[in-house]
């Protein structure tokens, strides 16, 4: 069943497309990942979802109802660009955020509550946002979206400015909401946090879709055409290999894209020619190949990724 529903939309500023015919459908109890590098329409999209936003040209409908202040209701949004009030303390700040989405005060006590300890942040009840690093910043505006316990949730980069451990314990909440029955749409230029988490993506590029599906198919319809290769030694050997794009290469590491019908045991035996090999595995390509693969040129030798 979708709950969100995007026809046709197209929104220009001036003579940007900034999105430019974009559908796609986010259904009910689904991670959907909205991806692509900065500037790519993910933005402008989800603020027209929010109704921030109109589109020039097409429709949004949230459970059927045109995209409007009443859908607004339904939704718990996290924009990219934080707006928390810097002189109010975190527990005030949450209360009225709470209660302005329709909780009372004492359900509204509860959740702030429940998710200060979840976040290991009940210390900070009593200082002013102002006090707070960008990263405990994050976690109040994260718990500000969460916290009314609405049906949809819209994350605008919402790993930003978080170190590792706390990128974790979002993505373990993000997940346990979906699996509590919440549909849940957000938008990273990080191609990992998508194959960790999504269910279903849309790829970005340009203002336009160019890529939208269950994520498991589309990985599995490029096949297993991809290398991971780790190895200790002189990498100078990975430059010699023809019908191949090398992508996220590191000193001791390779992604390694077969075009062309290279042979893969061809590649193996260069590699232990000049290198002590680690791991030599066949994978599907990773999300951010797909992406090359899909808006780029395939009949390259390497891309830079951005």
Request: proline share 3%; hydrophobic share 40%; net charge negative.
């Amino acid at each position: 069943m979708a709950i969100i529903e995007v026809k046709n939309v197209r929104k220009h500023f001036g003579k940007t497309k900034a999105v430019n015919d974009v559908s796609f459908e986010v259904n009910k109890g689904r991670i959907f990942g909205l991806l692509g590098p900065n500037g790519a329409g993910k933005t402008t999209t989800i603020r027209m979802i929010n109704y921030i936003l109109s589109p020039d040209a097409g429709e949004i409908t949230i459970n059927g109802t045109v995209a409007s202040p009443e859908t607004q209701k339904m939704i718990g949004y996290m924009p990219e660009e934080r707006g928390l009030y810097k002189k109010m303390k975190v527990f005030d700040q949450l209360m009225y955020l709470t209660q302005l989405k329709g909780m009372d005060s004492k359900n509204a006590k509860e959740a702030i509550n429940y998710w200060l300890e979840r976040f290991d942040a009940s210390d900070w009840k009593n200082k002013e946002i102002s006090e707070l690093s960008k990263g405990m910043s994050q976690k109040i505006q994260f718990i500000a979206t969460i916290a009314h316990d609405p049906d949809i949730y819209i994350f605008d980069e919402p790993f930003s400015g978080l170190d590792p451990i706390n990128s974790e314990t979002l993505k373990e909440i993000i997940i346990e909401l979906r699996d509590s029955g919440k549909t849940i749409l957000f938008s990273t230029h990080r191609m990992e946090q998508v194959e960790q988490m999504c269910d279903d993506i849309c790829l970005f590029n340009q203002g336009e879709a160019v890529l939208t599906g269950n994520l498991r198919q589309i990985k599995a319809s490029f096949g297993k055409n991809t290398i991971n290769l780790e190895f200790q030694g002189n990498g100078a050997f990975l430059d010699t290999l023809d019908n191949v794009r090398i992508n996220n290469r590191s000193t001791n590491f390779a992604e390694i894209r077969i075009l062309d019908q290279q042979n893969m045991q061809d590649i193996l035996k260069l590699a232990m020619e000049h290198a002590e090999i680690h791991k030599f595995e066949r994978i599907e390509p990773s999300l951010t190949e797909i992406f090359i693969s899909t808006v780029g040129d395939d009949n390259i030798k390497k891309a830079e990724i951005q």
